[in-house]
């Protein structure tokens, strides 16, 4: 099994280059840094901790994190796509600037690349975040005694049944892991059926119920919020079609609440000039962040088509919808609005986060519902309902204070 992997992940190491160009007609970005994906990245001196985070999800997952480690650390920060290296940049300009933080595209998972990418960078100890396991990178850590963890990890049942299919090849990978660090014990459990050594697992929790929001922008955006004196609803990290579904939910809303604000925040950046026409397309009057920060009374759509800003949306939002969740496909993390205190709606289909999503409904934090027809009945009420509506938010955000401390037991694991 490793000799097909590393025969299939020869081929895309070769057609990468096609797949990149195609991607920059849509994102520039990916037409830059390619040979770092081939493991020509800058040297650096000897001893910095690697942390890998896949995309802008990951990187803001692991902000606080990162903070922590700099204390002491000098880090290189790698990841996959192009909008993750843009929110790096943006998080870390001054510390990237003092050479504090070095960030690179992580390697093709390539063995000569790899070993390549090792040579200049020696790092002390190579850290994953959540969900990325490289194969060729954790056997080559392993033999060359450079510890490797995977840390606020979770593995739903759909990616459960998926690696057991690779039987003891994902057996031999996911030991090559000194220490796995899961959410919640569910994850834990994956692992260990998968082959994992039980020496290895720890339940931390996740690193994301440990937000760090700067409470200066947060006053300045509820003062934002009240002097827009309008009712906002948010459909966060949406995909398609959900758009097309929240619009047309949208125009019944405003039937009822003519100055209802729709804000839409698509999870792909390559997505958001589609979405702009859908929008469009639907003879709304809407604008977007692109173009400008501030939204006029009349605008009733506003399009958020930028990278790493969901908690400004959240903050000035009544109503919170979670997207990827309407359709089979396992939602998304609702930890930020239950930190912001919002009364949060998702779909059904929360797979990858059934053990938040089953503490919110536990504990009324939350509304799970499985059709259009419902989120337009339970959108439209909690608008008409502060009291509902303010007690949904406080009791997800007392969900959210039973999910913290995982940093501090992230950092034990680390150091």
Same mark, same amino acid.
């Given at each position: 099994?490793? *000799?097909?992997?590393?025969?299939?992940?020869?081929?895309?190491?070769l057609f990468l280059p096609i797949k990149l160009l195609i991607r920059s007609i849509?994102?520039?970005?990916?037409?830059?840094?390619?040979?770092?994906?081939?493991?020509?990245?800058?040297?650096?001196?000897?001893?910095?901790?690697?942390?890998?985070?896949?995309?802008?999800?990951?990187?803001?997952?692991?902000?606080?994190?990162?903070?922590?480690?700099?204390?002491?650390?000098?880090?290189?920060?790698?990841?996959?796509?192009?909008?993750?290296?843009? +929110?790096?940049?943006?998080?870390?300009? =001054?510390?990237?600037?003092?050479?504090?933080?070095?960030?690179?595209?992580?390697?093709?998972?390539?063995?000569?690349?790899? =070993?390549?990418?090792?040579?200049?960078?020696?790092?002390?100890?190579?850290?994953?975040?959540?969900?990325?396991?490289?194969? %060729?990178?954790?056997?080559?850590?392993?033999?060359?005694?450079?510890?490797?963890?995977?840390?606020?990890?979770?593995?739903?049942?759909?990616?459960?049944?998926?690696?057991?299919?690779?039987?003891?090849?994902?057996?031999?990978?996911? %030991?090559?892991?000194?220490?796995? &660090?899961? +959410?919640?014990?569910?994850?834990?459990?994956? *692992?260990?059926?998968?082959?994992?050594?039980?020496?290895?697992?720890?339940?931390?929790?996740?690193?994301?119920?440990?937000?760090?929001?700067?409470?200066? +922008?947060?006053? =300045?955006?509820?003062?934002?919020?009240?002097?827009?004196?309008?009712?906002?609803?948010? &459909?966060?990290?949406?995909?398609?079609?959900?758009?097309?579904?929240?619009?047309? @939910?949208?125009? +019944?809303?405003?039937?009822l609440y003519p100055e209802a604000l729709l804000i839409i925040a698509p999870r792909?950046?390559?997505?958001?000039?589609?979405?702009?026409?859908?929008?469009?397309?639907?003879?709304?009057?809407?604008?977007?962040?692109?173009?400008?920060?501030?939204?006029?009374?009349?605008?009733?759509?506003?399009?958020?088509?930028?990278?790493?800003?969901?908690?400004?949306?959240?903050?000035?939002?009544?109503? #919170?919808?979670?997207?990827?969740?309407?359709?089979?496909?396992?939602?998304?993390?609702?930890?930020?609005?239950?930190?912001?205190?919002?009364?949060?709606?998702?779909?059904?289909? #929360?797979?990858? *986060?059934?053990? @938040?999503?089953?503490?919110?409904?536990?504990?009324?934090?939350?509304?799970?519902?499985?059709?259009?027809?419902?989120?337009?009945?339970?959108?439209?009420?909690?608008?008409?309902?502060?009291?509902?509506?303010?007690?949904?938010?406080?009791?997800? =955000?007392?969900?959210?204070?039973? *999910?913290?401390?995982?940093?501090?037991r992230t950092l034990v694991l680390i150091h």
């Amino acid at each position: 099994m490793r *000799f097909v992997y590393s025969i299939l992940i020869t081929l895309v190491a070769l057609f990468l280059p096609i797949k990149l160009l195609i991607r920059s007609i849509k994102e520039p970005l990916y037409r830059k840094f390619i040979s770092e994906r081939y493991g020509l990245v800058r040297h650096v001196k000897k001893g910095r901790i690697w942390i890998h985070c896949i995309s802008v999800g990951e990187a803001i997952a692991a902000k606080a994190l990162c903070e922590s480690l700099l204390e002491k650390n000098k880090l290189i920060i790698t990841c996959t796509t192009a909008s993750g290296r843009e +929110q790096l940049n943006r998080m870390y300009v =001054n510390q990237i600037q003092d050479d504090l933080i070095l960030v690179s595209y992580i390697p093709v998972d390539v063995s000569i690349f790899n =070993n390549l990418a090792l040579r200049r960078w020696r790092p002390s100890q190579v850290i994953f975040v959540e969900t990325d396991i490289w194969p %060729n990178i954790c056997r080559i850590c392993k033999n060359n005694k450079i510890p490797i963890k995977l840390i606020n990890a979770r593995l739903s049942i759909k990616s459960f049944n998926g690696y057991r299919k690779l039987g003891s090849f994902f057996t031999a990978t996911i %030991n090559c892991f000194d220490i796995i &660090a899961t +959410q919640f014990k569910t994850d834990a459990d994956h *692992f260990i059926k998968l082959g994992l050594l039980k020496n290895k697992i720890h339940i931390t929790g996740s690193i994301k119920a440990d937000i760090a929001f700067d409470q200066t +922008q947060r006053s =300045n955006l509820m003062q934002l919020k009240e002097s827009m004196n309008r009712p906002v609803w948010l &459909a966060a990290s949406t995909h398609s079609p959900e758009e097309l579904t929240v619009l047309d @939910i949208h125009k +019944q809303i405003l039937k009822l609440y003519p100055e209802a604000l729709l804000i839409i925040a698509p999870r792909h950046p390559n997505r958001f000039n589609e979405v702009a026409d859908i929008i469009s397309s639907n003879s709304f009057n809407y604008t977007k962040r692109s173009t400008t920060l501030n939204i006029p009374k009349h605008v009733n759509v506003y399009l958020a088509d930028s990278i790493g800003e969901l908690l400004r949306w959240m903050v000035i939002s009544d109503v #919170v919808f979670m997207g990827k969740s309407l359709d089979v496909m396992g939602g998304h993390n609702p930890l930020e609005p239950a930190y912001l205190s919002k009364a949060i709606i998702s779909g059904g289909n #929360v797979s990858n *986060f059934e053990n @938040i999503y089953g503490l919110l409904e536990q504990k009324n934090g939350a509304v799970l519902i499985n059709s259009s027809d419902e989120l337009f009945e339970c959108v439209s009420s909690l608008i008409n309902d502060d009291v509902r509506r303010e007690q949904l938010g406080k009791n997800a =955000n007392d969900c959210y204070k039973e *999910f913290s401390g995982a940093l501090s037991r992230t950092l034990v694991l680390i150091h």
